[in-house]
């Protein structure tokens, strides 16, 4: 693949507080090539019973990523642009592991190929110089692909931040969630 296209300085951003639920993003992935018809990206309810809130749940790219980290298999691998890939066909047994150690929920084991698939930001795009399938149709911009000054001008109030921490354990991620002006980090617990 010709990775001369590829733009290092773009990144992935996601807005939870913009995020309608259109569900725009889950159709558009399932139209990728690359996933067999599945969509990789989740829209979600807060808290269906007290709210209409929705939030998109996309993979974060971890820089240590845990779900290759636990593969037995070798079957999940991160590229030097951080992205990382859903699980190898040739390689993954099904057992689940990437599943239960991702601490954002990410990848989903699919029974009928007995295959971890999760996002891989659109690696058959991006890699080209396009943007992930998701971003392009997103009206709300809750996700939105580019570099960090574009989404500094277009949310001023708001800060990009890609680390986590969940307990004592700090995850940074390729992906970054936006937030109130002046954030670091996220606390998850």
């Given at each position: 693949?010709?990775?001369?296209?590829?733009?290092?300085?773009?990144?992935?951003?996601?807005?939870?507080?913009?995020?309608?639920?259109?569900?725009?993003?889950?159709?558009?992935?399932?139209?990728?090539?690359?996933?067999?018809?599945?969509?990789?990206?989740?829209?979600?309810?807060?808290?269906?019973?007290?709210?209409?809130?929705?939030?998109?749940?996309?993979?974060?790219?971890?820089?240590?990523?845990?779900?290759?980290?636990?593969?037995?298999?070798?079957?999940?691998?991160?590229?030097?642009?951080?992205?990382?890939?859903?699980?190898?066909?040739?390689?993954?047994?099904?057992?689940?592991?990437?599943?239960?150690?991702?601490?954002?929920?990410?990848?989903?084991?699919?029974?009928?190929?007995?295959?971890?698939?999760?996002?891989?930001?659109?690696y058959d795009r991006t890699s080209v110089g396009k943007k992930p399938m998701c971003a392009t149709v997103c009206p709300s911009g809750a996700l939105f692909?580019?570099?960090?000054?574009?989404?500094?001008?277009?949310?001023?109030?708001?800060?990009?931040?890609?680390?986590?921490?969940?307990?004592?354990?700090?995850?940074?991620?390729?992906?970054?969630?936006?937030?109130?002006?002046?954030?670091?980090?996220?606390?998850?617990?």
């Amino acid at each position: 693949m010709n990775l001369t296209n590829f733009n290092k300085n773009e990144e992935f951003f996601v807005d939870l507080q913009r995020c309608i639920g259109c569900k725009a993003c889950e159709m558009a992935c399932a139209e990728c090539e690359t996933n067999g018809q599945e969509s990789l990206i989740s829209v979600n309810y807060v808290e269906r019973s007290s709210t209409i809130q929705t939030t998109v749940q996309v993979c974060m790219h971890c820089e240590d990523p845990v779900c290759a980290n636990v593969c037995p298999a070798d079957a999940i691998s991160q590229d030097e642009f951080g992205v990382v890939h859903t699980a190898n066909t040739e390689r993954c047994i099904g057992c689940s592991n990437c599943v239960m150690a991702c601490p954002f929920g990410v990848p989903k084991k699919m029974e009928e190929y007995d295959l971890m698939m999760k996002c891989t930001m659109c690696y058959d795009r991006t890699s080209v110089g396009k943007k992930p399938m998701c971003a392009t149709v997103c009206p709300s911009g809750a996700l939105f692909y580019g570099t960090r000054a574009e989404i500094e001008e277009m949310r001023p109030n708001s800060s990009p931040i890609n680390t986590f921490i969940f307990g004592k354990e700090v995850v940074n991620t390729k992906v970054n969630i936006m937030m109130p002006k002046g954030s670091k980090e996220l606390r998850i617990y």
